[in-house]
C-alpha cells in the first residue's frame, strides 16, 4: 500500500515530507504549509515567496526559519523562475561557480550535485519532486495547467534521462499538496489547450458547476503523463490535499479570488 506524505512540525515550523524518503535518508526535503512564519494578514505566516508583496525582509526570515530545518540558508538555493513554461535547468558544478540562483525562463531544475538545494514555489499550482535512487539525481518541477499541458514533467523525465542516465521506470516522484478537483474549475480556454497538446487522453476532467466549465484534477493528470513516459505508478506518490479547501494550512491564489497571497516553497537536496 501506498504511504502518504506526513504532516509534521520542526522548530515551531509545520511542513510535509514524504516518510519513506526520510526514512531512506538519500535527501533531505520538504513541502512548507503557511504555518510557523512572521508574515501578517493575507500572508500569514509563512509566506516564501515575493511575488505577491510580502515584505522582502520578513520573507528572507521566513526562508531562513524553514531552511533551517535542513541546515540550510538561501545562499545554498535554486529555483526557476517560474513561467509556467516547459523549460528544464540542469544546475551543474559549472553552473554553481557563476553564483546564479533565479534561473529565468525555467520551471524545473535538475542535479546530481550533493548538497545543492533545489527549490519551487507554489500556491495552488502542483509541485512534484523526482529521485532517481540509483544515480542519484534529483529534481522539482513546477506544474499548473499550462505547464501540464505543455509537458513539463515528460521533459524533467528526458532531461535526468539525457543527464544522469536516470531510467522513467527507476524514478520515484512525489506530487505535493495542489488545488484539488473539487475547487478547480477551468474553462473552455484551458480543455481546448489540453485537447490540442500532446496529452489531451492524459487529462481528467469531471463535470463542472458553470455552464461550459470542467474540474481539472492535476495530480491525475500528471499522473496519467508520466506513466505514460515510462514511470511506475507505484512510484508515483500523491495526496488528497485540496490547497484551495485548507485555508488553515496553505495558501491559495484562487482561494484569494486571485487577490494577493503567500507562496509555499518545496525543497530536495542530495545529502
Ligand atoms: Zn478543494
Redesign the pocket.
Known amino acids: 500500500m501506498k504511504e502518504s506524505p506526513a504532516l509534521i512540525e520542526k522548530d515551531g515550523v509545520t511542513f510535509f515530507l514524504y516518510p519513506r524518503w526520510e526514512k531512506e535518508g538519500l535527501v533531505g526535503h520538504g513541502f512548507s504549509t503557511r504555518l510557523g512564519g512572521l508574515s501578517r494578514g493575507v500572508f500569514a505566516s509563512l509566506n516564501l515567496g515575493l511575488k505577491g508583496g510580502d515584505s522582502p525582509e520578513i520573507v528572507g526570515k521566513n526562508r531562513q526559519r524553514f531552511l533551517g530545518i535542513w541546515g540550510k540558508g538561501e545562499k545554498d538555493l535554486y529555483y526557476g523562475e517560474q513561467v509556467h513554461g516547459k523549460e528544464v535547468f540542469l544546475v551543474d558544478r559549472l553552473f554553481l561557480s557563476k553564483g546564479t540562483r533565479e534561473i529565468p525562463g525555467t520551471d524545473a531544475v535538475i542535479t546530481s550535485e550533493r548538497q545543492v538545494l533545489l527549490g519551487a514555489f507554489s500556491a495552488d499550482c502542483l509541485l512534484v519532486f523526482f529521485l532517481d535512487p540509483g544515480a542519484p539525481a534529483i529534481g522539482v518541477a513546477h506544474a499548473g495547467w499550462r505547464g501540464t499541458f505543455s509537458g513539463i514533467l515528460p521533459g524533467v523525465v528526458e532531461a535526468m534521462n539525457k543527464s544522469f542516465g536516470s531510467e522513467p521506470g527507476s524514478l520515484e516522484v512525489l506530487m505535493a499538496p495542489s488545488?484539488?478537483p473539487?475547487?478547480y474549475e477551468v474553462g473552455e480556454d484551458v480543455m481546448d489547450i489540453a485537447a490540442a497538446s500532446h496529452w489531451g487522453r492524459e487529462a481528467v476532467f469531471y463535470p463542472g458547476i458553470r455552464p461550459g466549465h470542467r474540474f481539472l484534477d492535476l495530480q491525475k493528470t500528471n499522473s496519467n503523463i508520466l506513466c505514460k513516459v515510462g514511470v511506475r505508478p507505484f512510484n508515483i506518490i500523491t495526496n488528497e490535499f485540496?490547497t484551495?479547501?485548507r485555508p488553515d494550512l496553505f495558501y491559495s491564489y484562487r482561494g484569494a479570488k486571485r487577490g494577493a497571497t503567500g507562496s509555499h516553497m518545496g525543497i530536495i537536496f542530495l545529502r
Do not use: A, D, K, T
Request: contains cysteine; glycine residues 14%; proline residues 0%.
Open positions: 488545488i484539488g473539487c475547487c485540496c484551495c479547501c
